[in-house]
């Protein structure tokens, strides 16, 4: 398995696309000779001694040249079975080579090969010529660039073919039938001249059109056909103004002709035999470094591997084969395996078939029985196991056996010594202390030295008061020696000390051990640290309710806190709502970096709450939006005042990392019952004030009913929405699930899109939240549902049974009556397995009414469907109702994997959940994960599953089984 070479690279042609300067530059330049030429007089002759007869042969020889070699190119240089375009575009050419040969040939001065040499036929023959090409380029660049078939490409050629025919039989046989285009002594006619300028206009849509679309005429260079048609196209505006055949725009317009096919030529070579050529070398070079790599692996694997040819020869052997067998690798290649390769059963001590010579036979990947040794050259055997397995070229063939072997004594004595450890006390995970019946310690596992940080010998002889903390006083320790006395069981929690003074939690149950006569013997305490997992705890509640950043009240707290205070004021009293939205700070944060924004929202935030007054609530909706509950508010003026302090706030410049910045806010204000009686009104209407604060350059501004303008387009999305239900409007995106340890996609998840003629593509957050306020959700819904199963059904008859679709239940849909009916229904009708089914809640669906959610899904997880908890982290959950829930897996919200792994906070966080989720038996899938990064941290916090835009964006159907194809092959553990 020597590489003895590697492919030729070859230097970077010059051959490139036109670059943007160089085509202006070429285009500018024949611009600027054309103008230059169009003033000459009409009456500008060629000298008569240049031979102009033998130039124009010349210039139509190239031009014809050029075009037959178009026609080569397009003909073979984009496959077997060609692209539409080419392969017309190649007929196209064809035809006008021809024409052009037959214009040359009965070009005015030549001699009658074909009838008469005479202005009028050439003339003709020229503008059939040009009409074709015209139309033909742009039918070409409008053309769609699927392959066409072998014989619609010959189809194309005979077409171009026969057309040349039929208009040689009609100039040479009805010439004098058809309209004038040169009139001898005369010139040219209105016809003739206006034949060409229509020829200019095609040209001059066949630009536009490539400049419009840019992927029609894939594969060619756009730039050198955009310089080839101006090239042209000028041309044809001399031919408008010659007279007789020798003026000097005659020669003008067949030299830019020359030129544009020139650059017709040199655009579609560059696609189509240069750019192909070079990804040769390309390929070339990467295969060679993929042997290199492959050859270099193979050398430094751990295990043994020999591999052989056909015929059972070895043909390589790395390192650890070497060592193992005793054979150097020059010795063994070329050897039948069974001389390299000697075993015997161990337990028989009879000879064993080299499994290389079943593999060869079968065509199947096997492995050695149990109690197989090795015969070394030199030396004892050594006991192995291995695995052989053929190796097959692309169509399949058996090229040889690749034999992996490894030495098994070191792991033998390992499993003899597990399973001596299986017996004794060193395999309890929790930490464990026996004591005698007087509370001196005899023994500890290993796992409690861990926990506590001392070693056996420190502890033997010492009593449990080693460890204590001083948190508990002694009425505690009385009454868990009463309980140990009376019943001979206790359990409970206590705060320790480890050996390096460090505090843990710790959960422990002592039982009190006796004898046949019912003496106490010995105690056994069993315990685990639960500090880390009480502090996830306590953090997942405090993340719940709190704005990571600023340490403030999240939005859902505020709303809760906000409703909580409407209910206090009850009809008679006051309160206010002040919405605030920093100016400018995007300008900040996008100018100085994030982390000066971050900085900016956390001293912002700690100066608005050194103003409040007792009572009052200060929290962050997200970004840069603050809002502020004013509680017992009287009058407008007193609400004023505070706003009036959060501007003075703000007048003070913020230093932040060497910078003094000057930040204003706007603010809106809405007041309790006046601009509202529930919370989420008072903060929509707030939230429009201060728009119109914004808008109106002033620092605050109460709210007033005409600020709601909005409220119209709003009912105009709502009058589209219903519309879009009744034409079918709306589609479906799948976005893979991928597991982390095999790599493979397990599920998709459906997603609704908006095809509105209006706007185009809108995304289910513009939609959702409106068709679920107007009950339209409900047979959305059900459409979405319905045709996610029938898809899933659809893959697996394509082979991909393993599939799994999860389908979104909003909380409106989640606590219709007959749910379950509906989901059993649409199971059946579409013959879709309930268990392939997910239902994916969000956290505030489910704990709206937990003791309703949880009979629900226990409904739905009885009739086998899948159920998991979206945006887990940002909603308001109970631990308590949690641990209830009938769920099978849990979503971590994409904000908290947005700044993995750059914040820690972030990284505690999703560590917390998937901890706490894996405590509780839940698989775990993070979603939004758009870096590797994000993904390499996932993998080691233990995250199960993880789906976004790293992998694969939302796709449609038919681009998910590429997808699912290739993760068939997949490796089993990507941990």
Known sequence: ???????????????????????????????????????????????????????????????????????????????????????????????????????????????????????????????????????????????????????VRRGLATGAILSVFLIAWAITTRLDQLPALYIPGQGLTPLKIGLEYGVVVVHIATMAAIARLPGKLDPIDRGGMMVGLVAVALGELFFTRYVQVTDIYNLLGHIYKVLGYGFFYRA????????????????????????????????????????????????????????????????????????????????????VEVPVTKVLQEGVQIGLANH?????????????????????????????????????????????????????????????????????????????????????????????????????????????????????????????????????LEEIAISAVKDDSGNTTQFVGIFQDITQRRQMEEQIRYQADHDPLTGLFNRNRFKALLQSAIDEAGDTGHLAVLFLDLDRFKFINDTLGHGVGDRLLQEAAGRLVAIMRPGDVVARLGGDEFIVLVRRSGEEREVAEVAERIAGVFREPFRLDGHELYVTASVGISVYPRDGLGGEILVKNADAA?????????????????????????????NRLRRALERHEFTLAYQPQVDFRSGRITGVEALVRWLDPEEGVILPGTFIPLAEETGLILPLGRWVLEQACAQTKRWHEQGFKHLKVAVNLSMVQFHQKDL???????????????????????????????????????????????????????????????????????????????????????????????????????????????????????????????????????VDPGDLVPLLQQCLHAPRDLS
């Open 690 to 718: 201060m728009y119109q604060a914004k808008e109106s350059g002033e620092t605050y501004q109460f709210y007033r009913p005409e600020m709601n303008a909005a409220t119209a387009k709003r009912l105009n999305l709502e």
């Open 372 to 504: 197989t040794l090795l015969i070394p050259r030199y030396g004892s055997p050594v006991p192995i196991d291995d695995s052989a397995a053929p190796i097959r070229d692309d169509h399949g063939r058996i090229q040889g056996v690749v034999l992996v072997f490894r030495d098994i004594s070191a792991k033998r004595m390992s499993e003899e010594r597990d399973r001596l450890a299986s017996r004794v006390l060193e395999s309890i995970s929790q930490g464990v202390v026996i004591t005698d019946p007087t509370g001196r310690i005899v023994s500890v596992n290993p796992r409690a030295s861990e926990i506590t940080g001392y070693t056996l010998p420190e502890l033997i002889g010492q009593t449990p008061h080693v460890f204590s903390s001083g948190r508990h006083d002694r009425a505690f320790y009385e009454k868990m020696w009463k309980s140990l006395t009376e019943s001979g069981f206790w359990r409970g929690e206590i705060w320790n000390r480890r050996k390096d003074g460090r505090f843990y």
């Open 1 to 151: 398995m020597r590489i003895d070479g590697e492919p030729t690279g070859g230097a970077s042609s010059a051959l490139e696309p036109l670059s943007r300067p160089l085509l202006i530059a070429v285009v500018g330049s024949m611009l600027l000779g054309f103008f230059a030429m169009w003033h000459c007089p009409d009456t500008f002759h060629l000298p008569d001694k240049l031979p102009y007869i033998s130039v124009h042969f010349l210039l139509e020889l190239s031009s014809i040249a050029i075009s037959w070699m178009i026609f080569s190119v397009g003909w073979h240089g984009v496959g077997e079975n060609g692209i539409g375009s080419m392969a017309f575009l190649g007929s196209v050419f064809l035809a006008v080579g021809l024409l052009d040969v037959l214009h040359t040939l009965t070009y005015q001065g030549m001699p009658d090969f074909i009838g008469p040499s005479a202005a009028p036929v050439a003339t003709a023959y020229w503008m059939a010529a040009r009409l074709i090409e015209a139309v033909g380029i742009l039918i070409a660049t409008l053309l769609p660039g699927r392959p066409y078939r072998r014989w």
């Open 268 to 351: 579609i070579f560059i696609q189509n035999v240069h750019a192909p050529f070079r990804q040769l070398q390309r390929s070339q070079s990467e295969l060679f470094e993929s042997r290199e790599w492959l050859f270099t692996t193979l050398k430094s694997i751990g295990d043994a591997v020999i591999a052989t040819d056909e015929g059972g020869r070895v043909k390589f052997m790395n390192a650890v084969a070497e060592s193992l067998t005793g054979w150097s690798s020059a010795e063994a290649v070329g050897r039948p395996i069974h001389e390299v390769f000697d075993i015997l059963n161990e337990q028989t001590r009879l000879p």
């Open 820 to 954: 379950l009916e509906m989901v059993q229904e649409i199971l059946q009708r579409t013959r879709l397995e309930p268990r392939f089914l997910e239902l994916e809640l969000t956290e505030s669906a489910v704990m709206r009414n937990p003791g309703t959610a949880i009979r629900i899904l226990s409904e739905l997880r009885d009739a086998g469907i899948q159920i998991a908890l979206d945006d887990f982290g940002i909603g308001h959950s109970s631990l308590n109702y949690l641990k209830q829930l009938p769920v099978d897996r849990v979503k971590i919200d994409r904000s908290f994997i947005r700044n993995m792994p750059v914040d820690s906070a972030d990284v505690a966080i999703v560590t917390a959940i998937v901890t706490l989720a894996h405590h509780l038996r839940l698989r775990v899938l993070a979603e939004g994960v758009e870096t590797d990064a994000q993904r390499d941290a996932l993998r080691s916090i233990g995250c199960d599953e993880y789906q976004g835009y790293v992998f694969s964006r939302p």
